[in-house]
Nanobody, 122 residues
Framework: QVQLVESGGGLVQAGGSLRLSCVVSGRTFSPVHMGWFRQTPGKEREFVAAISWVSRSTDYSDSVKGRFTISRDSAKNTVYLQMNSLRPEDTAVYYC???????????????WGQGTQVTVSS
C-alpha cells in the first residue's frame, strides 16, 4: 500500500506564495512519478503539474505555467509544489498523486493523497 501525505496548505493573500509537500511512504514502487491536482466544489479534479522521478522532466497546466514549480527530493521521498503569484482562482483542495507510468500521471494516476486546502484571498 502506497501512502501519500500532503502538507503546506493554508490561507494566503493574492500575490503571495505557498509551498506544498507530499511525502511518499509504504510499499512504494520504482519509478514513482508524481503529480499535483486540484479540485473546487462542483468541478472535476484538474491536473496541475507532474514530474518524472527518473528524468526530472516536468509538465504543467497552462493555468499555472510560469507561477508554479514542481520538484522532488528522492532522499526524502518528497515532492513539492512551489506556488507563487497566487490568485483567488487558485483556491482549491490540492491533491498529490503517484503512478509508476508517467503516461498516466496527467490523467489517471493510481494513488492519491487526502488533499490539502489552499485558499487565496483577494
Amino acid at each position: 500500500q502506497v501512502q501519500l501525505v500532503e502538507s503546506g496548505g493554508g490561507l494566503v493573500q493574492a500575490g503571495g506564495s505557498l509551498r506544498l509537500s507530499c511525502v511518499v511512504s509504504g510499499r512504494t514502487f520504482s519509478p514513482v512519478h508524481m503529480g499535483w491536482f486540484r479540485q473546487t466544489p462542483g468541478k472535476e479534479r484538474e491536473f496541475v503539474a507532474a514530474i518524472s522521478w527518473v528524468s526530472r522532466s516536468t509538465d504543467y497546466s497552462d493555468s499555472v505555467k510560469g507561477r508554479f514549480t514542481i520538484s522532488r527530493d528522492s532522499a526524502k521521498n518528497t515532492v513539492y509544489l512551489q506556488m507563487n503569484s497566487l490568485r483567488p482562482e487558485d483556491t482549491a483542495v490540492y491533491y498529490c498523486a503517484a503512478d509508476p507510468l508517467y503516461s498516466k500521471i496527467r490523467a489517471s494516476p493510481d494513488y492519491w493523497g487526502q488533499g490539502t486546502q489552499v485558499t487565496v484571498s483577494s
